[in-house]
């Protein structure tokens, strides 16, 4: 069976930055000011990388605040923080890949809580999107804004004109201006993933695919640093066996109600760059990604589930 390799960084830095109308010269004292999800662990790391903590102006930056949007039309209004700003907030995690995703979620706690003593908005400048605000979860889940996912306004601004593929006479196969990819595993030390050539009508059940195979590979590598690798490489199999319970786990075990779907599919990986991963159907399968999309191969529930509705809070950390 066809395996690929890949780098692991022993190092991932993640970045977040707040917008506000002042910044505190005292990031630490607004920070622990607030009552947030991992203070304690907060408390015990400001002042190393894991997080650091900076004021900066429009003169420090070196990074763009008109870059940062919106991943979803209800957080529209608050992008426009960033580029009407003029002082920020960043706070910076270069951590161990052994130490995530505490790492990273330790540093987002951070990031709220000096947005909530700001009253500013939080984006992560690893994915360029704005944050809901909330409170960090004890428990990690991919689907809590850490992938950057979302499907592009293709239909919804005009610019595709693609009907469903049962009323097409060119069936799933309509076009394939659509292109997806994550941004956020590479803090976790795994390539980004991406998907090409998919047709709008099927936008929904490609992100899924690749919202189930990067839970489905956070879960193996996590594994991965526990047996001790001396080198800085990993090699694993091109095709990947994915389930049900991978879509149900990116949601968090309770966050979904689960569709029985009993047997595995598969999806094959080919590196682009050492960084980034395409996703595609695996290679015994006859038609187009299109075809692999529309089918039967597929759990129907990724087919139709864009979000989940947020269970009770989890328990904030001690």
């Known amino acids: 069976m066809a395996s690929i390799t890949f780098p692991v960084p022993s190092t991932t830095t993640s970045r977040f930055a707040v917008a506000a109308d002042h910044i505190p010269h005292d990031l630490t004292d607004a920070a622990l000011s607030r009552s947030v999800a991992f203070r304690p662990h907060l408390a015990g790391r400001l002042g190393s990388p894991q997080p650091a903590l900076h004021r900066e102006t429009l003169a420090d930056l070196r990074w763009d605040p008109a870059r940062i949007t919106a991943a979803h039309p209800a957080q529209r209004r608050t992008q426009w923080a960033f580029p009407r700003a003029t002082e920020f907030a960043v706070v910076t995690s270069a951590a161990p890949v052994t130490d995530q995703p505490r790492g990273v979620q330790v540093a987002r706690a951070a990031a709220y809580a000096l947005a909530d003593a700001t009253r500013g ?14 409170n960090e979860r004890t428990s990690f889940v991919l689907a809590d804004q850490w992938l950057g996912d979302a499907l592009p306004p293709f239909r919804a601004n005009g610019r595709c004109t693609a009907p469903e593929p049962a009323h097409g006479p060119e069936g799933v196969n309509a076009c394939s201006c659509v292109r997806l990819r994550t941004r956020g595993l590479r803090r976790f ?16 059940v490609a992100l899924n695919v690749l919202r189930t195979t990067a839970r489905h590979l956070l879960t193996d590598h996590w594994g991965w640093p526990a047996t001790g690798p001396a080198d800085q490489t990993r090699t694993i199999s091109a095709v990947r066996h994915l389930t049900e319970s991978d879509f149900n786990d990116f949601w968090g075990s309770s966050r979904r109600e689960p569709h029985p779907h009993h047997n595995p599919f598969q999806a094959h990986l080919t590196p682009l760059t050492p960084r980034l991963f395409s996703v595609a159907p695996p290679p015994a399968f006859d038609g187009s990604i299109n075809d692999w999309l529309w089918g039967s191969t597929l759990p129907s529930s990724l087919h139709n589930v864009l979000g989940s509705p ?8 001690a």
């Open 121 to 134: 908005v939080v984006a992560d400048l690893v994915t360029g999107h704005v944050l809901t605000p909330a």
């Open 310 to 317: 947020a269970d009770p809070p989890f328990a904030q950390a």
């Open 189 to 204: 030390g795994l390539p980004e993933l991406q998907m090409t050539g998919v047709a709008c009508p099927h936008d929904l």
